[in-house]
């Protein structure tokens, strides 16, 4: 039986006290983590020396001896967690340099921009379950925290390997890194079905259904433009800014909920009926990239363009196909991504591409034979043939 890695995330339920720990344990960790950063730019930038992450874990345990009231408090491995993260940080910063894509040099973390601690290994430091005999109620265990209380919602599978704590707005979350959990395959169904993501319907399958996109970032619009006027016109450093900054996060954080809600319900329902989903692969972070240019060559149609991003952002196409994977790994469904290039203006009847096939946003008519057909379900049946066609040279190979 093929056995995959997964993720569980609770809501924790810390006391005050607890809650006032777990702020102090995320602060050391970023100051650790600034400081890692500043030793490594200040070695190459004065001696040319470049510090590697186990020439800065070797450094830890003096660390934490000079400050047993503060680093040393923590569990050693999962500083060495957060100075690995600064190591990966600088990995795909070269790798961007070796690319010759925009570097983005590893930032120094402030105060909102630093929200997870992990625990590389259950039982160092941490201790999941760590009070089984508890008739009622899950707790886990952290160094120097105690037992913090878990809402459990359902079962956790699979061996637990790491642990981390993540902040979001005023809650506090328990993400379980677990392995071998076993795939529960579903029965056949001998179905397959081409997706086209879109902006009107989420998703449009080859067999012509629309699933609906909930948009809930324009539900909530006017809730957030409220929220941030009044976010806007609070003093810098004050007591009432901070809590406008908290409202505002909270509300943004409904929104990713809710969105990520409506994936996996929706990824549920396709992998339910389909044996073999065939999707466009997309690249969101490109498609959503903004138009203003530069001043000395300004973009054109910057409204529009910008809508357009916030809507395509709004619809959750990465969130929704990142489930979907997913989803369909664990019920042992076949999942293939297409170029989607031209889809949308090619006949799927004849095959004549044009972009005057597709002359409004939903409508299709081919200028070559005359089919006619939703834009959307046309482009879907077309990213279904080119799935099929991936697959049987893929088996004949």
């Known amino acids: 039986m093929v056995a995959v890695r997964r993720s569980f995330k609770f809501l924790m339920r810390p006391t005050s006290r607890q809650q006032v720990a777990l702020a102090a344990c995320l602060e050391d960790h970023r100051v650790l983590y600034n400081a890692a950063l500043e030793h490594r730019r200040t070695a190459y930038r004065k001696a040319g020396v470049s510090v590697r992450y186990g020439d800065q874990s070797g450094e830890l345990k003096d660390i934490r001896a000079d400050d047993q009231e503060g680093q040393g408090r923590w569990s050693f491995s999962s500083q060495q967690a957060t100075l690995r993260r600064l190591d990966k940080a600088f990995a795909a910063f070269f790798a961007r340099v070796k690319a010759g894509r ?51 919602h359902r079962p956790v599978r699979g061996q637990v390997k790491t642990i981390s704590v993540k902040r979001q707005g005023t809650r506090w979350y328990l993400i379980l890194s677990c392995e071998d959990i076993p795939a529960t395959p579903l029965p056949a169904t001998g179905a397959v079905v081409g997706l086209d993501m879109g902006v009107a319907s989420l998703v449009t399958t080859s067999d012509g259904e629309h699933l609906a996109n909930p948009r809930h970032l324009a539900a909530s619009a006017e809730r957030l433009a409220a929220a941030q006027r009044d976010l806007a016109r609070k003093k810098r450093g004050s007591k009432r800014r901070r809590k406008a900054v908290a409202r505002v996060a909270a509300l943004h954080a409904k929104v990713r909920r809710q969105r990520l809600d409506s994936a996996h319900k929706t990824a549920l329902a396709l992998v339910r009926d389909y044996d073999l989903i065939v999707h466009e692969d997309l690249r969101v972070a490109n498609m959503t990239r903004s138009a203003s240019g530069t001043v000395e060559q300004p973009g ?78 046309n482009a879907a049946i077309n990213i279904l043939r080119a799935g099929l066609a991936l697959r049987d040279a893929a088996k004949a190979a």
């Open 102 to 152: 925009a570097p983005g040099f590893p930032r120094f973390k402030g105060r909102g921009w630093f929200d997870t601690v992990t625990w590389p290994k259950d039982g160092d430091g941490c201790r999941w379950d760590s009070q089984p005999e508890h008739p009622t109620a899950t707790f886990v265990r952290l160094q120097a925290i105690g037992h913090v209380r878990v809402h459990q």
């Open 300 to 377: 054109r149609n910057v409204a529009a363009k910008s809508g357009l991003n916030r809507s395509i952002l709004d619809a959750g196409w990465g969130v929704f196909l990142s489930v979907l994977a997913d989803k369909a790994e664990s019920a042992g469904r076949e999942l293939i991504a297409v170029e989607p290039r031209n889809t949308s203006r090619t006949c799927s009847r004849c095959g004549h591409c044009t972009p005057e096939n597709r002359r409004t946003q939903a409508a299709f008519a081919c200028t070559a034979c005359g089919h006619t057909a939703h834009a959307d379900e």
